[in-house]
């Protein structure tokens, strides 16, 4: 048993990491090519990051695979051993969490390089020592605070009904939508200074973009984001017919009013499309499968690894081979989501005009220096977004490349 999850876990790995091969020889000999979309030198230095960051992410997966054999070798054993209390239900919410942080701390050095030498190398981090303590902080608060929480619920269902894996995810999706719906209001200001958007010509122009499509807003805020990052971003936070606007403060200086209004419609296009509740019901579908997979696995495996078959051994197993079920079904996700994202280009572009978005879409892939190719194994793999040379041919440009 301990021989089979091994190859499934290894040829995990051995996949995550011949793709980033691949795409780092293909950004190598792409970035000798003329420039396209990018500025000369920006398209270097895009070519330059990408590779970067995907050395990087290869370390990280070889590391991936030693935490996996730790856990599965004598980790989950010796926790096991180590926490110890009266109560059942508090020694399994302890483990599961004592099982997280863990796994941060292995997961640390690869954040703090990407974010204290990588990003800054290349113009994109702001980020200070002080802040990125206080972010940690503040997340490892509300992990204990609400993760212990979710964790208590889903061990108590466990310990209560037969079939928990049903009721588990019935739960567990439940909270996910909760969380969708009060991100932008109780848990992004957590982190982020949220203002209302001072231009009111701007404002005004939103709120007629937002009727267009039944929909009425919240507000309209700026978050002052490039206090971490300088990288580009907006979007529409909460779920239903009213939501909060929420334009990044590095956006708004880099768009003009009418490439703003074209990426906001695109994001309508999306709402419009009824591509939200697709993503919600393609990510039930894949939660779903997950619970019903590790509610149903052999004891076995539990005797292989030498610990009892309990609520937090059951939830830790989870979290070790969740992401093997994910990546194997992120293509599906991903053709789907690339289908997605040319209507909401097609409506972006009614909505203010296709020059005004393929300004923005080139404007956004400078400022956040993202190549413009990608290997075609890579794109199936993880690309959420099509290529943007061809978004840019969708929209009537004319591109090189």
């Given at each position: 048993m301990l021989l089979t999850i091994g190859i499934i876990f290894f040829l995990y790995v051995l996949t995550k990491v011949y793709i980033s091969t691949m795409e780092i020889g293909f950004i190598a000999k792409a970035k000798q090519d003329p420039a396209v979309i990018l500025e000369p030198s920006n398209y270097i230095k895009a070519a330059n990051y990408k590779i970067a960051s995907e050395r990087m992410t290869m370390l990280s997966t070889l590391v991936e695979y030693v935490v996996f054999m730790f856990w599965i070798g004598f980790g989950l054993k010796w926790l096991e051993n180590v926490i110890q209390m009266q109560d059942q239900t508090l020694r399994s919410v302890v483990y599961v969490l004592a099982f997280i942080v863990i796994g941060y701390l292995f997961s640390l050095p690869f954040d703090l390089y990407k974010t204290f030498v990588l990003d800054k190398k290349f113009g994109f981090s702001n980020m200070t020592a002080k802040l990125y303590i206080i972010d940690t902080l503040k997340s490892m608060a509300m992990t204990i605070v609400f993760g212990g929480a979710v964790i208590w619920g889903i061990v108590k269902i466990m310990q209560s009904v037969d079939n928990w894996w049903l009721w588990g995810f019935v739960f567990v999706f439940a909270i996910i939508l909760v969380i969708n719906m009060i991100y932008p209001t109780l848990i992004a200001p957590i982190f982020n200074k949220f203002s209302p958007l001072q231009d009111d010509d701007l404002n005004e122009a939103i709120q007629k973009l937002l009727k267009t499509v039944g929909l009425k807003s919240d507000g309209v805020f700026t978050i002052d984001a490039s206090k971490r990052d300088n990288r580009l971003n907006a979007y529409f936070g909460g779920l239903g017919k009213s939501k909060r606007v929420v334009l990044f403060d590095t956006l708004i200086q880099k768009l003009n009013k009418p490439e703003l209004l074209a990426v906001l419609g695109h994001e309508l296009g999306h709402y419009k499309h009824k591509d939200i509740f697709k993503n919600i019901i393609m990510m039930g579908l894949l939660m779903f499968m997950i619970?019903?997979?590790?509610?149903?696995?052999?004891?076995?495996?539990?005797?292989?690894?030498?610990?009892?078959?309990?609520?937090?051994?059951?939830?830790?197993?989870?979290?070790?081979?969740?992401?093997?079920?994910?990546?194997?079904?992120?293509?599906?996700?991903?053709?789907?989501?690339?289908?997605?994202?040319?209507?909401?280009?097609?409506?972006?572009?009614?909505?203010?005009?296709?020059?005004?978005?393929?300004?923005?879409?080139?404007?956004l892939a400078n400022e956040n220096k993202s190549f413009p190719k990608s290997h075609p194994l890579y794109i199936f793999f993880y690309y959420t977004h099509p290529p943007l040379v061809e978004r840019l041919k969708r929209l009537g440009m004319k591109v090189d490349g």
């Open positions: 619970f019903y997979i590790f509610g149903h696995l052999p004891d076995a495996l539990f005797s292989a690894v030498g610990i009892a078959k309990t609520p937090h051994s059951i939830i830790a197993m989870i979290l070790i081979f969740a992401p093997i079920v994910s990546f194997f079904f992120m293509p599906l996700f991903g053709m789907v989501s690339r289908s997605n994202e040319f209507g909401a280009d097609e409506f972006g572009a009614k909505s203010q005009d296709a020059v005004s978005l393929a300004n923005a879409l080139q404007k």
